[in-house]
C-alpha cells in the first residue's frame, strides 16, 4: 500500500497527505480519523518531510517498527528511484522535454486533489470558532507574513492549549498500544542514530576527509534536523551552500531540480538527492562520473530521511501513549486546523506558480502580497486543471485515473501545440 502510495505522490505534501488520507482511512479503513490527525498533527511538528514521516507513523500502526520501516521506505523509492533516473539524463544529455511533457499535466491534476484534501482534513478540523480562527491565522501568517513555518504550528499548539474547551469523550487509548519505556527509547535513538551516521563515517574512513561524499553527508545531516516547513522553506539556504559555497550545481540547475522534483513522484524534498547527483557526476574520484553520482545521491538520500524514521519510530509509542490527555488533545486539535490553513497555503502558492509564468508583488511594512499577472496565464494548464477538478468532484475519480489522465493530456498538449 505505501508503495502504491509513493507511486501515486505527486504534488508535495498536501497531495501526499491527501492520498494517505483516502488509501488508510477511506479506502482501507486501517486508520480512524481521528488516529490519521493524531498521527499527522504529531510530524507536523517534527523537522524532516511530513508526508514520509505519516506514512512511517501509519506504518507503525499497523506493524510496530518493521511495519514503520517498510511503509515509509516503499514512500521513498519510487520516487528516489525517478529522481535518479531524470537526474542521470539531465547530467549525460541536458535534455528532459520528454520528462516534462510527460508529467505537463500533471501538475494541474495535483491541484484538484490538494484541493480535496484542503475539503477532507477541513471538514474534520474545522468544528469550532477557534479552530477556523487557526486555519485562517496560519493561512495569513504563511502567505502574507512570511513567519517560519515551526513559530506557526508552535503558536497553534500554545493557544489550543490556553482555549481549548472540554468537548465530549476524550480519545480513548488504543489496548493494543505497545508499551514504552525511557530504556526503550534510548536504544531506539541510539541505534537510530547509529545506522543514520554509519555511511557518512564510512565514507570519512576509506575517502579523503575533503571528499564530495564526505562534505554532502555533513552538509544534508544539518539540513535533515533543521528542516522545518518541507523543502520550499529550506531552498534559500541549500541553495547559497550547494551553489555558491560547495559549487556543486548553478541557479539555473537548482530551479531545474526543483522541477523535476515537483513533476516525479515522492517527497518535494527529493530535490536534495539531484543535487547531490550533480556533485557526485562533477567530483566523482576516486569513481567513475556515474558511480560517483549515484553514491552521492544515495548518500544524500540516506542521511536526509534516516533522522525522520528515527524521530518516528521513537517518539510514536509515546504519542500513542498520550493519546487520552485531554490537554496534548486541545494542543494537537489546534496544530489540526493549523494544518488546514497550511494546506491552503500551499494550495494558493502552487496554484499561482503553475497556472501562471508571471507572478508580482506589493509589499506593506512586513505584509507581503503575491498576485499573479492575468497575461501570463497558461490556458490549457488551466483547462486541463478543470477537466482534473471534474474528474476528481463530480465523476470521484481515484487519485490514479486522475493523474494518469492529466499526464496523457499534457503529453497530447506538447505534441500538438510543440
Not at 518531510?49 to 511495519?67: F, I, N, V
Not at 486533489?113 to 491565522?137: E, N, S, Y
Request: glycine share 10%; with cysteine.
Amino acid at each position: 500500500m505505501s508503495l502504491k502510495v509513493g507511486l501515486l505522490s505527486f504534488g508535495g505534501p498536501a497531495a501526499q497527505i491527501s492520498v494517505m488520507h483516502q488509501e488508510f482511512v477511506e479506502n482501507r479503513k486501517w486508520l480512524s480519523e481521528e488516529r490519521f490527525l493524531h498521527a499527522l498533527n504529531y510530524c507536523m511538528l517534527l523537522p524532516g518531510p511530513e508526508a514520509q514521516q505519516l506514512a512511517t507513523y501509519c506504518g507503525w500502526l499497523s506493524g510496530r517498527t518493521l511495519g514503520g520501516l517498510i511503509s515509509g521506505l516503499l514512500f521513498i523509492l519510487p520516487g528516489a528511484i525517478a529522481m535518479a533516473i531524470v537526474s542521470y539524463v539531465y547530467a549525460a544529455f541536458g535534455e528532459t522535454s520528454l520528462i516534462a511533457a510527460v508529467f505537463y499535466g500533471v501538475k494541474a491534476g495535483v491541484l484538484a486533489i490538494v484541493l480535496q484534501a484542503l475539503m477532507k482534513i477541513g471538514k474534520k478540523a474545522l468544528r469550532t470558532r477557534l479552530a477556523w480562527f487557526l486555519c485562517a491565522a496560519s493561512f495569513c501568517a504563511l502567505f502574507f507574513a512570511a513567519v517560519p513555518f515551526p513559530f506557526v504550528i508552535l503558536g497553534a499548539a500554545a493557544i489550543g492549549l490556553l482555549l481549548g474547551r472540554e468537548s465530549g469523550a476524550p480519545p480513548e487509548i488504543d489496548p493494543g498500544a505497545a508499551p514504552t519505556t525511557l530504556l526503550k527509547t534510548l536504544r531506539t535513538v541510539l541505534a537510530g542514530i547509529l545506522i543514520w551516521v554509519a555511511p557518512p563515517i564510512a565514507a570519512m574512513l576509506f575517502l579523503a576527509p575533503g571528499n564530495v561524499l564526505v562534505e554532502i553527508a555533513e552538509f544534508f545531516s544539518l539540513l535533515a534536523v533543521v528542516s522545518f516547513g518541507g523543502a520550499y522553506a529550506l531552498l534559500s539556504y541549500m541553495a547559497q551552500v550547494a551553489v555558491e559555497t560547495k559549487s556543486w550545481i548553478t541557479a539555473g540547475e537548482m530551479l531545474d531540480g526543483l522541477g523535476l522534483a515537483e513533476t516525479t513522484p515522492g517527497p518535494l524534498i527529493l530535490v536534495t538527492q539531484f543535487v547531490g547527483f550533480l556533485g557526485g557526476w562533477r567530483d566523482p574520484d576516486p569513481f567513475s562520473p556515474l558511480t560517483g553520482a549515484l553514491l552521492a545521491a544515495a548518500m544524500t538520500t540516506w542521511v536526509t530521511f534516516a533522522p525522520s524514521f528515527l524521530f518516528v519510530l521513537a517518539g510514536a509509542p509515546w504519542m500513542e501513549r498520550l493519546r487520552g490527555n485531554r490537554k496534548l488533545a486541545h494542543a494537537l486539535s489546534a496544530i489540526t486546523a493549523a494544518v488546514a490553513g497550511t494546506i491552503l497555503n500551499l494550495a494558493v502558492w502552487f496554484a499561482l506558480h503553475v497556472l501562471f509564468s508571471e507572478t508580482g508583488t506589493l509589499t506593506f511594512g512586513p505584509f507581503e502580497i503575491t498576485w499573479p499577472e492575468p497575461g501570463s496565464l497558461d490556458p490549457v494548464l488551466a483547462g486541463i486543471a478543470l477537466g482534473a477538478a471534474g474528474l476528481v468532484f463530480v465523476l470521484k475519480r481515484g487519485i490514479a485515473t486522475v493523474l494518469a489522465v492529466t499526464a496523457l493530456l499534457g503529453l497530447l498538449a506538447n505534441f500538438v501545440l510543440g
